[in-house]
């Protein structure tokens, strides 16, 4: 069963492939300025705050490169290519959802808790009730670029 987190998550993939196949190519370009400038700004802000900022970077991203004079294509491939784009995107922002709550260290098992037990009952109750937020953490946790990006503020 699906918990809030996993809805949400969902939603901002959908949400992400629908904008990529309404804007077209541009929002394919959009998405490596977009990585790289979360890559950059990510560890200066809050682990809560990393899902806004992505979905503020990617639509602001694609909106910065209507500016740039590309030839159309036709309609179709636009929608396909922007889809790509949306379906990339997506991908980073759900990941971004699932893994961004805090974690703590717990040094009598020496093991990284996820998530933090100083969060919410029902903010916590969301991660551990989704069938994606703890297996997600665990992957980006032991994937060193995986961790430089989503997990900015893991030792």
């Known amino acids: 069963m699906l918990s809030w987190l996993d809805l949400i998550a969902l939603l901002g993939f959908a949400t992400a492939i629908a904008l990529g196949i309404r804007q077209g190519v541009p929002f ?18 809050p682990a809560m705050v990393l899902p806004v900022l992505a ?3 990617g639509i602001g991203m694609a909106s910065l490169t209507h500016y740039i004079p590309l030839p159309r294509l036709s309609p179709p491939l636009e ?5 790509v784009g949306g ?22 098992s020496g093991i990284q808790r996820y998530p933090s037990e100083q969060l919410q009952v029902t903010i916590r109750d969301g991660i551990i009730n989704s069938p994606f937020a703890r297996p997600l953490f665990s ?17």
């Open 28 to 45: 394919v370009l959009a998405v490596v300025p977009a990585l790289v400038l979360y890559v950059l700004l990510a560890p200066l802000f």
């Open 55 to 57: 979905l503020a970077l």
């Open 79 to 83: 929608a396909v290519l922007g889809g």
């Open 87 to 108: 379906f990339l995107w997506g991908t980073f922002l759900a990941l971004t959802i699932w893994v961004s709550f805090p974690s703590e260290y717990v040094a009598s």
């Open 139 to 155: 992957w980006a946790s032991e994937s060193p670029i995986l961790k430089a990006a989503l997990l900015p503020h893991e030792k």
